[in-house]
């Protein structure tokens, strides 16, 4: 469950080392000071995450129909309520309000979900007279008060703050396979339907809008946004001078379009701001910070090295800067689709060339700092992705919104006072504001990202970036020059540099010369026994002390998580093995042959019932049988699993993470580890209904869903069906199963794309009309390493030639030492992982030293705390203990590299190796 930056944000405010969730958090006493000043001690009050629910006595609760919302911005929060408390008592509403005023700057935010974004008071009308008196109260009682437009509904005649939409009053939900919930209402009939949540006005298909009459699919588009609801209508704005050509991007804060100037001809970006967002730590208002942006711009703009500003101006009610077109793409894209260490194209030429062009863009970036300082300004805020980069090489620095003058008043003026992880030192942080020596601290990691993408793990372990920094230069051999000059400005106790000098040592980086041959890195491993001892014991204390970790930070206090873990643990359930307890359970067990009882005892305090938790294997009940019966409880395992059958979600989806593969395997595991024939029946079961759901064309065979592109990979794709129906075939010996697994595996081979050099990747998902060219990856959960988890098996089982060559043909794209993040799921010890496969299955030495390289990086990313050693989890921005994306997941190939050996079945990522047959080939060529 791959989760938006935005949505991450929320849970990195509550704690300074781990993922917390918002529920914990103390709030203030400003909103509930002005609740017990006014409400009878009769009324129930009661809090729900961010909000405190109250209902009058005697009153029953109404499930769904017209309710109300109240806007208001942090500032006016406190004043908002004290004013319509007294009519909602007098009224015996039943209502919910924000816990206080930090909470209501959140959801203000520009990162806040755009749906729910502006929401402080919700107001649950009994009928259409009660939600017709109570708005109208509402409205004069706000006359004169401001706030955000929300953008799921609409203004209640006579308001700018009071705003109505039909919706569900109670929380009915019905959970997804990857366990989070989705709120339902229900139609007449009573049928379910998905309560929808759009960031703009949306009528269920029964209703009609109280005010104008009109019904679904006949509402007119709202001006919330300037062209959101009809991006290529071609709308013009400020009285016809821009043309709107495309949506580029929303957010909370408004959109980004791409028009046309009509008084030039020429191309511009417009740039939108929505009042009453609030933006930064003050909350300064989105439609003021684009007027002083607008200003920096314009003061910058004789430089050539910022995005020229065309005109700022006000329509409707929201402000537009409109800018130059830059064509091209931001620099923190360029630094990996042109970096030879990710696209794998280690050659002196290519290094040459790939630095060289580099060093001039660096230069542009020295001149417009030092362009910024002459005046005055500080940028505060440069980050790789606000650096444009044209198609001749030239920059243009672009969101400026933390800009300001040195000696600017507090207030708008000095900017939003935002920062990007890992750009910023740690006096800006604790100032809240940035200086010039951040400019050079963020510089340094821009740096740094373009040789490799890890300056943000600085976020969480200063040490961090200099330790893969110290790594990679020596793999490529990076000239000393060029890592003295990251480490001088990556570091924040350093003196200013002179802009003159700087500039003379970036021009003086001996890029010509410094490659004559390959770099280590691009050379084949090569490990004596003296370099893997000496691993081994690196790797035996790394260990130790994640297990330690684990131990010393489970909180057994808590219901919502036991370690500290992804974002996802408290959008699902604790228990799973993705980002829950038996994940990390399930680990610590492999590494020390056992699990302390109070750990888990408190996992079985836990529900694994149909409503807590879904059927499948990484986020259900499935993985958490399979982690019971691995540490030793077999007879919990066994009722775990034979409660999870008949889940309402056990056939909705066909993969391996989320849905009926997953669980046909844990089937398989608890039939092998039980004995009961029962689970080999309903794994089956699985099989029979995987065949008549799936869709047959050209000998192949995939599951499509309406609903969204068909996956591609291990994780929801047709790679870990096949996986499944193979291990079914090793235990039931039916030809027809092997078939189906062939026809699928090779559906999803089929979908390989070809990169520079020939080395093939995979899309995440199968190309569209809509969209035909789709980003690659190479990853366990999505792209070539999940593919050919399930390829190495195929062979061994069949001895196909044909797929011996895929097998060469898709190695190359994992043999990679680093990428972004060092997790299982999706980053460098899934890799790690694949190639100690290929090693067991193909016994070449050559891939085991390849896996050790591999190890190296993700050393390079161990956290040692007080309480042992952490990796970091997503995003590399908080600790995680999790299987997917932290520690339990790096821990599996760690431990693993001490035990792989060829003919091996040492792949501890809930595989059914032991199905397979000892001598390869079993069932013949193709």
Not at 437 to 463: E, K, N, P, S
Not at 495 to 520: H, K, N, S, V
Not at 756 to 784: C, I
Not at 797 to 807: A, F, H, K, Q, S
Request: one cysteine or more.
């Amino acid at each position: 469950m791959q989760l938006e930056w935005e949505i991450i944000q929320t849970y990195m405010t509550h704690h300074p080392r781990w993922f917390e969730d918002f529920e914990r958090r103390v709030p203030s006493g400003e909103h509930l000071c002005e609740y017990r000043a006014v409400m009878p001690a009769q009324w129930r009050l009661w809090r729900r995450g961010y909000w405190l629910l109250t209902a009058p006595p005697q009153v029953p609760a109404v499930a769904q129909g017209w309710k109300l919302h109240v806007s208001a911005t942090s500032r006016t929060s406190a004043a908002t309520l004290r004013a319509v408390l007294p009519l909602l008592r007098d009224a015996a509403v039943h209502f919910k309000f924000l816990i206080d005023p930090a909470a209501m700057l959140e959801s203000n935010g520009k990162s806040f979900p755009r749906g729910s974004s502006g929401k402080f008071i919700t107001v649950y009308p009994a009928d259409e007279r009660e939600f017709r008196a109570v708005g109208d109260a509402l409205t004069a009682a706000l006359s004169g008060f401001d706030g955000p437009h929300i953008l799921s509904d609409r203004r209640y005649p006579g308001s700018r703050v009071v705003h109505y939409r039909y919706g569900g009053f109670v929380s009915i939900s019905r959970m997804r396979p990857s366990g989070s919930k989705e709120l339902l209402i229900r139609t007449p009939d009573g049928e379910p339907v998905v309560d929808i949540r759009h960031p703009y006005f949306h009528l269920p298909y029964w209703v009609t809008d109280p005010f104008t009459g009109e019904a679904a699919g006949e509402a007119a588009p709202v001006r919330a946004t300037a062209a959101e609801q009809a991006p290529d209508t071609g709308i013009t704005l400020a009285d016809g001078r821009f043309t709107v050509v495309s949506a580029m991007k929303f957010s909370n804060r408004g959109g980004i379009y791409h028009g046309v100037d009509n008084e030039t001809g020429a191309d511009v970006v417009i740039r939108e701001a929505r009042p009453g967002v609030q933006i930064g730590p003050e909350g300064t208002d989105a439609a003021e910070l684009l007027r002083h942006e607008y200003e920096m711009l314009t003061e910058l703009a004789d430089t050539g090295l910022f995005v020229r500003p065309v005109a700022f101006f006000t329509d409707w009610e929201h402000s537009f800067v409109a800018e130059e077109f830059v064509e091209g793409t931001h620099l923190g894209h360029l630094g990996i689709i042109e970096n030879p260490v990710y696209n794998l194209d280690l050659t002196a030429e290519r290094l040459t060339d790939y630095y060289e062009r580099f060093r001039a863009l660096w230069l542009q970036v020295a001149d417009a700092i030092a362009a910024c300082h002459e005046r005055g300004i500080v940028l505060g805020d440069l980050s790789l992705t606000n650096i444009m980069v044209t198609a001749d090489d030239r920059i243009r620095v672009i969101d400026l919104e933390s800009a300001f003058h040195e000696d600017a008043p507090p207030g708008v003026a000095r900017g939003a006072r935002l920062y990007t992880p890992g750009m910023v030192t740690r006096r800006a942080r604790v100032a809240g504001q940035g200086d010039r020596g951040t400019d050079y601290y963020a510089f340094g990691g821009l740096i740094l990202g373009c040789v490799m993408l890890c300056h943000q793990t600085d976020f969480i372990d200063r040490t961090m970036p200099r330790r893969l920094l110290a790594e990679v230069a020596a793999d490529l051999a990076l000239p000393a020059d060029l890592v003295r000059l990251i480490g001088d400005l990556y570091d924040e106790d350093a003196a200013l540099p002179d802009p003159g000098e700087l500039r003379r040592r970036i021009e003086a980086l001996p890029f010509a010369d410094a490659w004559r041959q390959p770099p280590p890195l691009g050379l084949p491993p090569a490990t004596d026994g003296t370099a893997r001892a000496e691993l081994h014991k690196r790797v035996e204390a790394t260990l130790s002390g994640v297990a330690d970790f684990w131990r010393n930070t489970a909180d057994l206090d808590r219901q919502d998580r036991l370690f500290p873990a992804d974002v996802a643990v408290f959008r699902t359930n604790p228990l799973s093995l993705a980002h829950g307890a038996y994940g990390t359970l399930y680990a610590l067990h492999r590494l020390r042959g056992t699990v302390p009882d109070e750990l888990h005892a408190w996992a079985l305090r836990q529900s694994t019932a149909h409503d807590a938790m879904p059927a499948g294997l990484y986020f259900g009940a499935a993985g958490v049988a399979w982690a019971q019966s691995a540490i030793g409880c077999p007879d919990i395992a066994v009722r775990t699993l034979l409660d999870a059958h008949g889940h309402p979600q056990l056939l909705t989806e066909p993969g391996v993470l989320t849905g009926t593969a997953g669980y046909g395997m844990a089937c398989l595991r608890l039939w092998r580890d039980s004995g009961l024939e029962e689970f080999l029946d309903r794994a089956r079961a699985v099989g029979d209904h995987l065949a008549g759901a799936a869709h047959r064309d050209n000998g192949l065979a995939s599951w499509p869903d309406a609903s969204r592109a068909t996956p591609v990979g291990y994780a929801e794709g047709a790679a870990g069906v096949a996986m499944f129906l193979l291990a079914l075939h090793c235990a039931t010996g039916d030809p027809d199963t092997l078939q189906l697994g062939r026809a699928a595996l090779d559906f999803d081979l089929a979908q390989a794309v070809a990169a520079s050099g020939g080395r093939l990747s995979f899309p995440a998902s199968v190309a569209t009309d809509d969209k035909p060219t789709m980003v690659v990856r190479h990853y366990w959960d999505h792209g070539t390493a999940g593919i050919l988890t399930t390829l190495l098996r195929y062979h061994h089982v069949t001895g196909d030639p044909w797929l011996r060559e895929r097998i060469t043909e898709l190695l190359p794209d994992v043999r990679r030492k680093y990428t972004v993040f060092p997790q299982l799921f999706h980053g460098t010890s899934g890799l790690g992982n694949v190639l100690l496969d290929a090693y067991e299955f193909l016994g070449d030495a050559e891939l085991l030293a390849e896996a050790e390289r591999v190890a190296e990086a993700v050393l390079c990313t161990a956290i040692e705390r007080p309480e042992g050693i952490v990796f970091p989890g997503e995003q590399t921005v908080r600790e995680s203990c999790d299987l997917a994306s932290g520690s339990a997941g790096v821990a599996l190939f760690l431990d693993r590299l001490r035990r792989a050996r060829p003919g091996g079945r040492s792949n501890a990522n809930f595989l059914l190796d032991d199905l397979l047959p000892a001598d390869p080939g079993r069932a013949g060529a193709r």
